[in-house]
């Protein structure tokens, strides 16, 4: 939503060797991810060079995929879409997942951290949900954050709207390929997140600069401070493990390599 494809595909290009540089500089504390030069109109073919770039010469262990490059105008087909083919032919072929995330919302009716992230994290799980998608690409791992936006709170409609749809149980659906994160900013989110959501498809993540940078005087404590709230969820020894490394492990086979 900035600039042409030209732009995005150096943008990404500039951005990507600086995240490499910051895993090389700190081994076992970062491993890079690539951005991918996504514009709005432009084909998803146009960013597979620099994606295998990224994953084959700089070592990224994941992608971030956009479903909205408009920057909140949603000019984009649905993630089901044949156009998005190519890019999940080729994480395949990478064997590493993506990261749903949209980008800065142009959009003045979206406010970016406070409805469009959670609007698109929302959003991308119907539209797993309508679609087939894991049928024709089962090896395919997708990770929504900040706890899968409006997901867990609603889970009983999506699965309600899943059977209405002539759908299996989401269990089979997209639990196989769908994985949720821990960026959710008060413990009663994150007590809801994991009672909702099976312990093996939620990844712990934490944020370097949250959404929401503040203390709550509630706790006295970082709104953006997720690792506790995780640790006073009451999860077994087992369970926390597989959330804190074991799952992060299993769906970013990568890391292996920085971790």
């Not at 262990?61 to 083919?85: I, K, Q, R």
């Not at 409006?150 to 009983?156: D, E, Y």
Request: charged share 20%; with cysteine.
């Amino acid at each position: 939503h900035v600039g042409d494809v030209e732009t995005s595909r150096a943008w990404a290009r500039i951005c990507n060797d600086l995240c490499a540089r910051v895993a090389r500089l700190f081994p076992g504390r970062f491993a890079p991810a690539a951005m991918l030069p996504q514009s709005p109109g432009v084909p998803t073919e146009t960013v597979l060079d620099e994606m295998t770039r990224a994953v084959e010469d700089l070592g990224a262990v994941a992608v971030n995929l956009n479903p909205d490059p408009s920057g909140g105008h949603w000019t984009s087909p649905p993630l089901t879409d044949e156009y998005w083919f190519p890019v999940y032919e080729r994480m395949i072929e990478l064997d590493v997942p993506a990261m749903v995330h949209v980008s800065t919302s142009v959009n003045p009716a979206f406010h970016t951290t406070g409805a469009h992230y959670l609007n698109a994290d929302t959003t991308a799980v119907m539209q797993l949900i309508q679609g087939d998608l894991f049928s024709r690409f089962p090896g395919l791992r997708l990770v929504i954050p900040h706890g899968g936006g409006a997901v867990p709170f609603h889970w009983g409609r999506f699965r309600g709207l899943a059977m209405a749809l002539g759908k299996p149980e989401l269990s089979e659906h997209l639990l196989g390929n769908v994985y949720f994160d821990t960026c959710v900013y008060h413990q009663a989110g994150i007590d809801l997140l994991l009672e909702v959501v099976p312990a093996e498809n939620v990844l712990f993540a934490s944020e370097t600069v949250g959404a929401v940078r503040d203390i709550d005087p509630c706790t006295g404590h970082y709104f953006d401070d997720t690792r506790r709230y995780v640790e006073a969820a009451g999860l077994d020894a087992q369970t926390l493990a597989r959330i804190q490394e074991g799952n992060a492990r299993r769906v970013y086979p990568r890391l292996a390599r920085w971790v």
